[in-house]
């Protein structure tokens, strides 16, 4: 019963920016850590940069460029993603840690479905 839905990605040149979001939605008690994973061909699934009530850390490959943050009112996650590098690339999986409302002993992770990144040269 909860779900999370991105959106925002595409087709960029190198150098351009996207901005990608991601809305949970069902029935939330409460969201800790939300974050962005993403997974380019032939490659594990690897943590973008995450945000919980204190601070947000980012992979070191795109430190300076992107930039996590939250809407809490609307259970919202963004990504900002300028200066993007073909290596960019990728498969971006918006990720929630969540109580929920059915089961508030248990808080468990929660993947969205994944919006394409393309970074052409």
């Known amino acids: 019963q909860v779900q999370l839905v991105e959106s925002g990605g595409g087709l960029v040149q190198a150098g351009g920016s996207l901005r990608l979001s991601c809305v949970a939605s069902?029935?939330?008690?409460?969201?800790?850590?939300m974050g962005w994973y993403r997974q380019a061909p032939g490659e594990q699934r690897k943590l973008v940069a995450s945000l919980g009530s204190g601070s947000a850390s980012y992979v070191d490959s795109v430190k300076g460029r992107f930039t996590i943050s939250r809407d809490n009112a609307k259970n919202t996650v963004y990504l900002q993603m300028n200066s993007l590098k073909p290596d960019d690339t990728a498969v971006y999986y918006c990720?929630?840690?969540?109580?929920?409302?059915?089961?508030?002993?248990?808080?468990?992770?929660?993947w969205g479905q994944g919006t394409q990144v393309t970074v052409s040269s």
């Open positions: 990720i929630a840690d969540v109580i929920a409302n059915t089961d508030r002993y248990y808080k468990r992770s929660y």
């Open positions: 069902g029935s939330i008690l409460r969201i800790d850590i």
